[in-house]
């Protein structure tokens, strides 16, 4: 502040500019609403009160369509059937086409039932009673992908741990990796709908497709009988109908095609109701009876009726996200605090400078010599990645890390890759030896085969690497452990994700392997320079 | 679509929120019946020696009953419902829903508790709306985090 203070001294006459600037200054401490700074995906319009997912481009179309056709509709049919046969004809389609497009604005801006992600402290907490039910374990064995089993009236029901949200997801809750969030009571997400459907919007998505699929049957009726009339009065010429009235040919089409996959819809989500599960559900066959076994539906209420009237028009949460509160420094404090985390200790003798006691670790910050194990997610499951490379090159604090926990390898360490050098060969002509080896990377035993040009003198000869018994793999947990053998006295953290767009670049360009496409709806680790070693002995 | 009742920040979110770095105890759902909103009736280790156990699942009971309440799929509840389809929900613009006036009630229940029971033994609740009904917050005011 002593800077403050010498800029008055000197510019005591410039009162009008400072008052400028105050007024600028307020200007600039304009209130945030809690949906500015949302940690999921979503989209917000009108300050807070609508949201929808990110890609809006095909509830666009849908929306297109549907007035689209129907105002086609409006204008040609409805003319000649309103004279020729009823009134009630376009004011039917009127009640029907409002009510089909407000169900679809109901559906596509609302909240489907996203659960809020958990707190700092809540998720520590959660961690430490992880920690304490796998405190058995040794700390170079990796525990199994976090789930909790509870009795749902008799049934035994796996929760998982989201990585994401930091929470164990509710019964029937699953992430919806377009949006980014943990939705309760998810169903499915809806492209054309623009949204996730989950709980709370389930029944707005329930009377759109059942309103559209009446819509549809009816615009379609109409438009064939139109032509139909036409052609009697023309003497049974269709082809003259057509010319005389070719809107009508083109809303029979649209309709004839769309009728088909929406009654199909209809009748599908009727059935769902009914037997009160969720696409989720009936896609994983959770409640199927599988060899005998018949898994009772432990949510339903047991009659057909009653789900029915329970699903849509039973009680229902408000939105548990405050969108348009206001963001207090309490409230930016509370989702941004850092979080108290213990390290986990491992065996003295390798030498590590561990901190002892409890560390401050902080979420935002990039300068944190902290080690972390990353973790990401792939649609809610947490499924091992077989197909990355690992050249755990540079290690850094992940915003996204399900703990900390500090894994001593028994790779023989390396000098750290150095991108700058501009005469560094392209990272992908190691020695494969590596890969020749692996056990859970199978298809780049094919590159081993590759003439590889001759190594540089200073090219480091192995790579830091996982050994397959400490790799994510199918067969999780259930390799023993590694023999003991001597330590290095240094570190290498492992289980670190890298993206190193380079070797995705050739390994794509190679097509040895094909990544899956939802790689790139991962949440990208952010990488440092920071890196820590003893020695390379 | 809209939540019309909160325009500002939730009711006295301000004054319900618990100081930062003190040690909190989560009390989790139970969902031995189902999705229900409904909370365990454990009494947590940390809170031993500072609460009676009475007091405490007096609360914890008092507070299910109102979730109970709010989720119950009762007559005029699908009276409601069926109104609110047939308006095409535009009669949520007047009124509240039943589960969000339930939902004040716990709000001023806690607030009750809070002011009766909890802060003359040092210890704040926050209301479970806070925390996307996910738990029950327990903050031990004169603790430090890592007690």
């Not at chain 1, 089993?149 to 049934?155: A, I, T």
């Not at chain 1, 329970?310 to 930016?332: E, K």
């Not at chain 1, 192995?462 to 003991?484: C, D």
């Amino acid at each position: 502040m002593t800077l403050d203070s010498e800029y008055q001294l000197v510019d005591l006459t410039a009162i009008h500019s400072e008052g400028t600037d105050s007024m600028s200054e307020m200007a600039r401490d304009r209130v945030t609403k809690k949906w500015e700074v949302f940690a999921g995906r979503n989209r917000f319009y009108c300050d807070g009160r609508l949201m929808t997912a990110p890609n809006g481009g095909v509830f666009l179309l849908t929306v297109f369509l549907i007035t689209g056709t129907c105002t086609l509709f409006f204008i040609y049919d409805c003319s000649y059937l309103a004279e020729k046969v009823t009134v009630a004809i376009p004011i039917i389609g009127g009640l029907l086409f409002i009510f089909t497009m407000s169900s679809l604005l109901r559906t596509s801006l609302s909240d489907p039932g996203i659960i809020p992600r958990a707190t700092p402290e809540e998720a520590a907490y959660v961690e430490k009673q992880i920690e304490v039910t796998n405190s058995a374990n040794s700390p170079t064995y990796r525990p199994p992908p976090r789930t909790k089993e509870v009795l749902v009236k008799g049934q035994t029901i796996k929760l998982k741990y989201c990585f994401t949200c930091k929470i164990f997801r509710p019964p029937r809750a699953s992430h919806c990796s377009l949006c980014d969030n943990c939705v309760d009571r998810f169903d499915h997400h809806c492209p054309w709908v623009g949204n996730c459907v989950g709980r709370r919007n389930y029944r707005f998505f329930y009377m759109f497709i059942v309103s559209l699929a009446f819509l549809a049957v009816f615009i379609f009726a109409c438009a064939i009988a139109h032509l139909i009339l036409i052609t009697k009065t023309n003497d049974g010429q269709f082809l003259e109908a057509v010319k005389e009235s070719p809107p009508s040919v083109i809303v029979a089409t649209i309709c004839f095609f769309s009728v088909w996959s929406i009654l199909g819809l209809a009748g599908f989500h009727t059935y769902l109701t009914t037997s009160n599960q969720t696409t989720n559900e009936d896609i994983k066959g959770s409640f199927a009876s599988k060899r005998g076994q018949e898994n009772m539906n432990p949510y339903s209420q047991g009659n057909v009726c009653l789900n029915c009237f329970y699903i849509l028009c039973g009680p229902v949460t408000p939105s548990l996200l405050d969108r348009r509160g206001i963001v207090t420094d309490d409230y930016r404090a509370e989702i941004s605090r850092p979080v108290n985390a213990e390290i986990n200790q491992p065996i003295k003798s390798y030498g590590v400078a561990v901190q002892n006691g409890p560390t401050q670790v902080t979420m935002n910050s990039t300068d944190m010599p902290g080690i972390y194990r990353q973790t990401t997610e792939t649609t809610g499951m947490y499924s091992p990645l077989k197909k990355h490379l690992y050249r755990a090159q540079h290690i850094i604090p992940s915003k996204n890390c399900a703990s900390q926990k500090i894994i001593p390898s028994q790779a023989p360490l390396l000098p750290p890759y150095d991108y700058n050098t501009p005469t560094r060969k392209p990272a992908i002509n190691p020695p494969l030896e590596v890969f020749k080896n692996s056990r859970s990377l199978p298809q780049l035993k094919t590159l081993s085969g590759r003439p590889t040009s001759p190594e540089p003198a200073n090219y480091p000869t192995l790579r830091p690497y996982t050994p397959p018994e400490k790799r994510y793999s199918a067969n999780f947990g259930a390799r023993a452990p590694p023999p003991a053998k001597q330590r290095p006295r240094s570190c290498v953290y492992e289980n670190v994700h890298v993206q190193d767009e380079f070797c995705m670049n050739r390994v794509r360009s190679d097509k040895v392997m094909s990544l899956t496409p939802k790689v790139k709806n991962f949440p990208t680790p952010e990488f440092s320079q920071m890196y820590i070693q003893e020695s390379f002995e | 679509m809209s939540n019309h009742h909160n325009n500002g920040s939730r009711a006295g979110e301000t004054e319900q929120m618990a100081p930062s770095q003190c040690l909190k105890v989560f009390i989790q759902r139970d969902y031995s019946e189902g999705t229900v909103v409904k909370f365990q009736t454990r009494f947590p280790q940390e809170l031993d020696g500072r609460l009676e156990r009475q007091a405490f699942e007096a609360t914890i009971n008092r507070l299910n009953s109102y979730f109970a309440e709010a989720e119950n799929a009762t007559c005029s509840t699908y009276c409601e419902g069926c109104l609110a389809c047939l308006t095409a929900y535009l009669i949520y613009i007047c009124k509240e829903t039943h589960y969000e006036k339930c939902l004040k009630k716990v709000s001023k229940f806690v607030a009750e508790q809070n002011q009766t029971v909890y802060e003359p033994r040092g210890l704040k609740l926050t209301d479970p709306s806070m925390r996307g009904l996910r738990v029950i917050e327990i903050s031990c005011l004169d603790r430090p985090p890592n007690a």
